[in-house]
């Protein structure tokens, strides 16, 4: 099955720069159909939306994030990014992947999530 992995790491500096990334593995995934996606949920929040890459390669970011927000994509290594810069505690938060099919219907896969603290 395919299966979504976060990696980084999980205690951050206050002004430094947050790099996870979600690496995409098992079954067989055509790439460039899918629509890769970030979201994270702070301690005692909901899920907020972060930004997305779609399967053309186009970016849209939250409004509140959108200064500080960069998600890439590395088809060759079936890997999706997202960059956070001047992080603060209020960025502490459970970080997710997302991975869906851009048809209708189509399948949707969830990385386990990391959880990312930003202390210094």
């Known amino acids: 099955q395919v299966q979504l992995q976060e990696s980084g790491p999980g205690l951050v500096k206050p002004s430094q720069t947050l790099s996870l990334t979600c690496t995409v593995s098992g079954g067989s995934i055509l790439t460039n159909y899918y629509s890769w996606t970030w979201i994270r949920q702070p301690p005692g929040k909901g899920l907020e939306w972060m930004g997305v890459?779609?399967?053309?390669?186009?970016?849209y970011y939250s409004p509140s994030l959108k200064s500080r927000i960069s998600i890439s994509r590395d088809t060759s290594k079936n890997q999706f990014s997202l960059q956070l810069s001047s992080m603060t505690p209020e960025d502490t938060a459970v970080y997710y992947c997302?991975?869906?099919?851009?048809?209708?219907?189509?399948?949707?896969?969830w990385g386990r999530g990391t959880q990312v603290t930003v202390s210094s």
């Open positions: 890459i779609r399967s053309d390669g186009s970016t």
């Open positions: 997302n991975l869906r099919e851009t048809v209708p219907g189509g399948d949707e896969y």
